[in-house]
Antibody, heavy 117, light 110 residues
Framework: QVQLVESGGALVRPGGSLRLSCAASGFTFSDYYMTWIRQAPGKGLEWVSYISSSSRTIYYADSVKGRFTISRDNAKNSLYLQMNSLRAEDTAVYYC??????????WGQGTLVTVSS | QSALTQPPSASGSPGQSVTISCTGTSSDVGGYNYVSWYQQHPGKAPKFMIYEVNKRPSGVPDRFSGSKSGNTASLTVSGLQAEDEADYYCSSYGGSNNLVFGGGTKLTVL
């Protein structure tokens, strides 16, 4: 079955960096667009970034543009999110999800990123 | 403030039907048939319930249905069951290569 497992969440100080990973299994990873979605504590869902199957197409939400970098390694069935210049408002659970025509078909369990001094 | 507007709460008794609205603009909900709905139980990841306005993925009960009229999409849950109590989020392609979400609706089964 489709499985997505995020890792890398941690407590980090403002201005710091963190790299999230998402390990995919149960499907042909290289066939799908993938995305990162986040959810601040007690808040709603926010789209962060998505990447095409070949990595040729990448888009970011304005709130993270210039600070976050999405990437993937199809040989390792893995998706990544490099987060730099972290701010308190980046505190959230970060989910990776498989995309099909702008629908998020499968989600991981999420990894918590806390930005605090 | 979320791009799409949902009521903060909705409720119904077991067996009843409840409809949750999701209002956007002609640039998102009204402009594309890429509206999706997600169910999220406390402490859990969202679950994919509806895509392309009114299509159900396999495994989702047919008690869940979606529709759209103009700039407003709706999710209807018929024959409410206790396990339907959860937060529900709508999303839509927002043009300019971005995805927009509603603020979420907490559904209570009375």
């Amino acid at each position: 079955q489709v499985q997505l497992v995020e890792s890398g969440g941690a407590l980090v100080r403002p201005g710091g960096s963190l790299r999230l990973s998402c390990a995919a299994s149960g499907f042909t990873f290289s066939d799908y667009y993938m995305t990162w979605i986040r959810q601040a504590p007690g808040k709603g869902l926010e789209w962060v970034s998505y990447i095409s199957s070949s990595s040729r197409t990448i888009y970011y939400a304005d709130s993270v543009k210039g600070r976050f970098t999405i990437s993937r390694d199809n040989a390792k069935n893995s998706l990544y999110l490099q987060m730099n210049s972290l701010r308190a408002e980046d505190t959230a659970v970060y989910y990776c999800a498989r995309v099909h025509y702008y629908a998020l078909e499968a989600w991981g369990q999420g990894t918590l990123v806390t930005v605090s001094s | 403030q979320s791009a799409l507007t949902q009521p903060p709460s909705a409720s119904g008794s077991p067996g009843q039907s409840v409809t949750i609205s999701c209002t956007g603009t002609s640039s998102d909900v009204g402009g594309y048939n890429y509206v999706s709905w997600y169910q999220q139980h406390p402490g859990k990841a969202p679950k994919f319930m509806i895509y392309e306005v009114n299509k159900r993925p396999s495994g989702v009960p047919d008690r869940f249905s979606g529709s759209k009229s103009g700039n407003t999409a709706s999710l209807t849950v018929s024959g409410l069951q206790a396990e339907d109590e959860a937060d529900y989020y709508c999303s839509s392609y927002g043009g300019s290569n971005n995805l927009v979400f509603g603020g979420g609706t907490k559904l209570t089964v009375l």
